[in-house]
């Protein structure tokens, strides 16, 4: 299979779809990026890259950064973490305030805000500066040590964190937060106001498609902490669509606000897509297009 033809031809059958959707509205920022722009990128355990489209351009990776923050923490102190979050999907909006109060502080995954909100707090702990280290990581595994943090984005984020910000302080009340709400709260602000193109984010996703293993050849996770984030990936990475995103893409994946989506195909490759327009789960609409139409041509899922 030609790995370029086919993401070329992806772009061209996807064009019809661009725009569908609406972009992330909560903050300027999101709403006012072009919706028309679609990347997608693939990365191979063997090192090479594969790109077609908007494939270089940044863009805010949002929650995808929720995945690097939990890689971060499971390799700092292992399982610890799983005494303060659960690993069921939510079948709620990913900023839902209603379950974590019925389920006293604990959220239901480590992709929903609160979750990450939990994940992020631990990684405060262990390193003190959280969004530094997701940082350095997706640096390092991507090569581009341009990779940074948009301020616009950071500033904006915090003007309506509101909503994050309530989270925070019932996990606090409920005795499931160690650090001071603000602290926590600055520390994921950054990490969603990473920006990166879909190249940048196959690149450094390939930890995940490479049982844990880093570019340098050390081991970042081991390989059965690696299958478990896939696990949580396939399972809650986008939140109350999680089950379609299986049946139609078939791998785990992760998405974020800004419309990118990474797709791990354990042992194989990582593929990275983007696109502005949002479904209502606030999962881009054609970069799920994108990758069922991936994994449906050439049979890489896992099922
Ligand atoms: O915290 C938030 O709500 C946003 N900064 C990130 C949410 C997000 O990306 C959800 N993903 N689809």
Redesign the pocket.
């Known amino acids: 299979m030609d790995i370029q033809n086919l993401l070329d031809d992806i772009v061209g059958t996807i064009k019809p779809q661009l725009g569908q959707g609406e972009t992330a509205r ?1 903050i300027p920022q999101l709403g006012d990026v072009a919706a028309d722009q679609f990347g997608i990128s693939v990365a191979t355990g063997d090192g090479e890259v594969y790109a077609s489209g908007d494939s270089e351009v940044p863009f805010s990776i ?3 950064s929720k995945v690097f923050a939990l890689a971060l923490v499971l390799a700092g102190d292992g399982d610890g973490i799983w005494k303060r979050v659960f690993r069921e999907p939510s079948g709620n909006p ?2 839902s305030l209603v379950q974590l109060e019925h389920e006293d502080g604990i959220p239901r995954n480590p992709f929903i ?1 609160a979750g990450a909100l939990v994940v992020t707090d631990r990684l405060v702990s262990i390193t003190q500066d959280a969004a530094g280290a997701v940082l350095d990581l997706l640096r390092t595994e991507s090569g581009n040590n341009s990779v940074q943090i948009d301020s616009a984005v950071a500033q904006s ?1 915090a003007r309506h964190s509101h ?2 910000a309530s989270l925070a302080h019932f996990l606090a009340s409920c005795g499931n937060l160690e650090n001071p709400v603000q602290d926590v709260l600055d520390a ?2 950054n990490q ?1 106001s990473l920006a990166m193109s879909c190249t940048d984010l196959a690149l450094a996703s390939r930890f995940l498609a490479s049982n844990g293993i880093c570019v340098d050849g050390t081991p970042l996770l081991s390989s059965p902490q690696t299958k478990r984030i896939n696990a949580v990936m396939l399972t809650c990475g986008t ?1 109350d669509a999680a089950g379609e995103f299986a049946y139609r893409v078939g791998l785990p994946g992760k ?4 419309g990118g989506i990474i797709a791990v195909v354990p042992n194989n490759c990582t593929i990275s897509v983007w696109s502005p327009g ?1 479904g209502r789960s ?2 881009s609409i054609a970069g799920v297009a994108a990758l069922d139409e991936f994994t449906t041509r050439t049979g890489l899922s896992i099922f």
């Open positions: 909560y949002q929650s995808i990913f900023n805000n984020e909503r994050n994921y602000i969603c939140y998405s974020g606000v800004g949002l606030g999962n």
